[in-house]
């Protein structure tokens, strides 16, 4: 008796075993057990199944005083509110092919599996995975933000080089309405307003906010870049608030010896 139960425990830990081995339900590091989802197919790459996060209820940010909906509100959270076909990355590995969004009120990468089906995820915020879609790329990542303090996000590179890196963070703020107090008087709606902000990273390092102010985009340059560069701004007539302006200038950049 006692050597059938020992052989039918041996069993039972054999087939655990053999099933987790198969289906690599396996905690990854940093993640708690609550933060992610297996799934049954993951295309190219069967270890990567925890990238998958519970979707926030999408307004609670805005706190339970303002008492709106999003139908209230002019304007969208989202970068572009269309799902597209995109590529997810795990540590810069192409792996699946996912339809994808990005809010960029609330920071996050939406998914679907398909156009039609009604269930919609988000990507796990970890630094391991990222995404392409719409021509953006999206790398969960720490970040300084304008008052000095350390932050994760996901920021979009683009200018990449050895020396610098120009990315960006499109954020989407919402800006509550006002009514007319007089007849005179204009009325604004409840709307979500797009802001645009710079951080560079130099020689790979942890980003850094950038004002768009000639003296600040100067200072993220190296001392011995900055003569050159600020020669180059003077002939191109460079303007720090105009996005193009900026790729010009930091390719530049990457382009000195």
Not at 38 to 45: C, S
Not at 176 to 203: C, I, M, Q, W
Request: charged share 25%; proline share 3%.
């Amino acid at each position: 008796m006692m050597r059938k139960l020992v052989f039918t425990v041996a069993l039972v830990v054999f087939i655990a075993t053999d099933f987790l081995a198969q289906n690599k339900i396996i905690q990854p590091w940093g993640v708690s057990p609550g933060e992610y989802t297996k799934l049954e197919e993951f295309g190219n790459n069967p270890a990567s199944m925890f990238f998958y996060s519970d979707m926030r209820i999408k307004f609670g940010r805005l706190g339970e005083e303002v008492n709106l909906t999003l139908d209230d509100i002019d304007g969208t959270i989202y970068l572009n509110e269309n799902f597209t076909l995109g590529t997810l990355y795990d540590e810069g590995e192409a792996f699946k092919k996912l339809y994808m969004r990005y809010d960029a009120y609330n920071d996050e990468v939406e998914l679907k599996e398909s156009l039609d089906s009604d269930v919609v995820r988000s990507m796990l915020k970890h630094p391991i995975y990222s995404c392409s879609v719409n021509g953006n790329e999206y790398y969960y990542s720490t970040y300084i933000d304008e008052d000095g303090n350390s932050q994760k996000g996901y920021l979009t590179p683009v200018v990449t080089g050895e020396d610098y890196t120009l990315l960006v963070k499109h954020r989407k703020v919402f800006k509550e309405g006002k009514p007319a107090k007089t007849s005179l008087d204009n009325s604004f709606p409840h709307r979500f307003l797009d802001k645009t902000e710079y951080y560079v990273s130099r020689n790979s390092e942890t980003p850094v906010f950038m004002k768009t102010r000639k003296s600040d985009v100067l200072s993220m340059f190296s001392e011995q870049d900055q003569k050159v560069i600020k020669g180059y701004m003077k002939d191109k007539r460079s303007n720090v608030g105009d996005h193009q302006d900026l790729l010009n200038l930091f390719a530049y950049g990457n382009s000195l010896q």
